[in-house]
């Protein structure tokens, strides 16, 4: 019998480049449909990636790429809860995080182009579901990696610097809507942090895959021998 092992490394760095590609890939659509102005929206803010990504072709492609992601960052979860089972803790919230993660991107993915008020409500839990439900994640497995001290330095510093950067701007938000709320400067505050939340997002699951690489975590498999007469 042959025991073979399958890298997992790839699977974070997929769901990297699938949100960063259809985020981006909308966005070009929709500037050149003109449904959304030309622009850096990182800085400018002049369009959301909701509505990059709420219009004809972009639309279709957004959710053709997404919607499997969506699967891929469930599966992404499910086996980072079976790496924190091997250090015997954190497993459990883990794997519900993912879960809610991945069910709130699909959500998210499903009804992005829709009219409508519940429409739109489940548009809003989708994102704000799936942001917040990921950053928890991401802390928790970042928690149990330095426990295991089985995480470089380098790495370790740069993926709690996507930690702090995103928490940074989550509360700059809130302080920015209790002084600017309700002026026409907050929705491209609004749509700026969701982008920039996003780069970070996707870059926390680059360097997860880095760790994953280095860490050499795979799954095994068998396979049984033939017999040669």
Known sequence: MFRRGVALWPLPLAIALTLTVAAHLALVISVQAGHVPACVPYIEGCTSISRAARHG????L??????????????????????AR????????????GVLAAIALAVYATFLGTEGAA??????????????????AQ?????????????????????????????????????????????????????ALEWQLGVLLVAWYGLQALHW???????????????IP
């Open 57 to 60: 072709l972009g639309n279709h």
């Open 62 to 83: 957004f959710r053709l790429l997404v919607l499997p992601c969506a699967l891929l960052v469930g599966l992404h979860w499910w086996l980072s809860a079976r790496w």
């Open 86 to 97: 091997t250090l015997g803790q954190g497993a459990r919230m883990l794997l519900v995080l």
């Open 119 to 136: 429409y739109r409500f489940l548009r809003r839990y989708g994102v704000n579901v799936f942001f917040g439900s990921s950053y928890v």
């Open 139 to 191: 802390l928790v497995f970042l928690r149990m990696a330095i426990r295991s001290g089985t995480l470089p330095r380098a790495l370790r510093m740069g993926m709690q610097a996507v930690c702090v950067a995103m928490l940074s701007l989550g509360l700059l938000h809130v302080a920015a809507l209790a002084a600017i709320g309700g002026s026409d400067v907050q929705d491209r505050l609004e749509n």
């Open 213 to 227: 690489r280095r860490d050499g975590y795979r799954i095994e498999t068998t396979r049984q021998a033939a017999l």
